[in-house]
């Protein structure tokens, strides 16, 4: 028994260490590449090709002092950015990175991740109304109206490989994939891609935060430790977010020579890519714009694709 | 309609700052790196010596103070006819605009715009220059910004 537990306080530790690790280091990822795609060159000053910069930024942030707003209500502003990187954090625990190497293997694994997403999204409300100001209310209002209409389409975006895999099990959704589900669900694929910018609120969805318009959004009045875990959640919910699509679209760990984790790292890598690539290239969408997509053409397409799929395997 | 539901337009703007991404980056990190002014440069002002005699060339006629916008050159001259030189010469640099007046004004090239343009500093004094810290060589003006 004791065997067990510290197998599995091993392996709880290992996948911390290494999504914070990444989660750190994916600022300074960011940065870089944004930088040379804008013809710049990033952080260059603190180390070698400025990589202690997440560091020296942490730092910052853990000594910087602590903010609370008079108009705020204290239990829940100190609570919101808590449960945000919570959710986000308890999100690996169910990540199968390699086939036998994974926190707990749960049988509904993509429902508990769908589930603890939207829990998340409190955090974010949460945040914004208790931090007493009007900028905060407007972000946290628009990413309630965002983050649950847009966790409808990644929702169903899901449902057509689920279909196919039969399983919600992540592992046994991997295993169902002789050829990367992508082939067979395309247009799920780019659902789901879109979907997801709105459900991480990165760039061109970005409206909770909208530094032009809001000033910051939900975390305006956050500062020092606190803004930091909104800042790690943030990320945090971006590798959850290309992991998942690795697992469903793109057959998780399989692949040729390389071991299973360096596949899942490399397939995972690129959806990051994509979505700081992404945030470099497109300006912010406008708020009604915003959710025409969602509602107008995405809604549509994705019920669609279930019936599409639903047919073909009928037929099949 | 095909090029809308392909997203056509987004996947070109995609690829222009993927394009960009493997491009060398524009920026010059400064003070480790520096960019070379232009020939015509107006940076500091420097006061100019004859090389042959060592004297000023300058006849403190004091026209670049009379032409100055911001009036930060004050001068003071000694002796009469071709022997007069100047005996005070102070611009402050924390007033000039580098408009370049009092160089062009001059009647005997008598002052020059040297390259020299790193007048960040934490002493202000520093920036007022009299008139042997003007005709010093301009490379003597360059420091580091660490103390």
């Known amino acids: ?316 | 309609m095909i090029a809308k539901a392909l997203m056509k337009d987004l996947l070109i703007g995609l690829r222009r700052t993927f394009y960009y991404c493997f491009t060398k980056p524009i920026t010059v990190q400064y003070p480790k790196e520096k960019l070379t002014p232009f020939p015509r440069f107006r940076g500091f002002i420097r006061l100019v010596k004859d090389e042959e005699t060592g004297r000023y060339k300058c006849i403190a006629c004091g026209q670049c103070a009379r032409v100055c916008p911001s009036q930060c050159i004050t001068v003071k001259g000694e002796g009469k006819g071709k022997e007069r030189q100047p005996v005070e010469f102070n611009i402050d640099f924390s007033r000039c605009i580098y408009c370049g007046f009092c160089v062009e004004i001059c009647p005997v090239g008598g002052l020059e715009n040297s390259s020299f343009y790193e007048g960040a500093t934490y002493d202000i004094d520093w920036l007022k220059f009299d008139i042997d810290k003007l005709s010093e060589d301009y490379k003597k003006w360059e420091r580091t910004f660490k103390k």
């Open chain 1, 1 to 316: 028994m004791w065997h067990d537990l510290g197998l599995a306080l091993l392996r709880i530790v290992i996948v911390f260490a290494v999504a914070l690790f990444f989660v750190a280091y994916l600022t300074y990822l960011e940065r870089k590449i944004i930088g040379h795609m804008q013809v710049r060159m990033g952080p260059m000053r603190v180390g070698p090709h400025g990589l202690l910069q997440p560091i020296a930024d942490g730092l910052k942030l853990f000594f910087k002092e602590d903010i609370v707003p008079t108009e705020a209500y204290r239990l829940t502003f100190y609570f919101a950015p808590i449960l945000c990187l919570v959710c986000a954090l308890v999100l690996f625990a169910i990540i199968p990175v390699d086939k036998n190497f994974m926190i707990t293997r749960l049988n509904i694994g993509l429902l508990y991740v769908l589930s603890i997403a939207s829990v998340g999204v409190m955090g974010i409300i949460l945040a914004g109304w208790s931090s007493g100001s009007k900028y905060s209310l407007l972000g946290g209002l628009r990413s309630a109206a965002q983050m649950f209409s847009y966790e409808i389409f990644l929702g169903f975006s899901l449902i057509g490989p689920l279909m196919i895999a039969g399983s919600l099990d992540l592992v046994k959704i991997v295993e169902a994939q002789k050829v990367p589900l992508i082939v067979y669900q395309p247009v799920a694929f780019v659902i789901y891609l879109i979907a997801a910018l709105g459900e991480i609120n990165r760039v061109p969805f970005d409206l909770p935060e909208a530094e032009s318009e809001l000033v910051a959004g939900f975390h305006t009045e956050y500062s020092g430790m606190k803004f930091a875990y909104f800042f790690l959640a943030e990320y945090a919910n971006m590798l959850i977010v290309s992991a998942i699509a690795t697992i469903v679209f793109l057959a998780g760990w399989k692949g040729p020579v390389l071991p299973g984790w360096l596949w899942f790292l490399i397939k995972m890598s690129i959806f990051v890519f994509f979505f700081i690539w992404v945030r470099a290239t497109f300006p912010r969408y406008r708020y009604d714009q915003f959710m025409g997509i969602g509602w107008k053409i995405m809604l549509p397409l994705v019920l669609a694709n279930i019936v599409v799929t639903g047919i073909v395997m009928m037929l099949v």
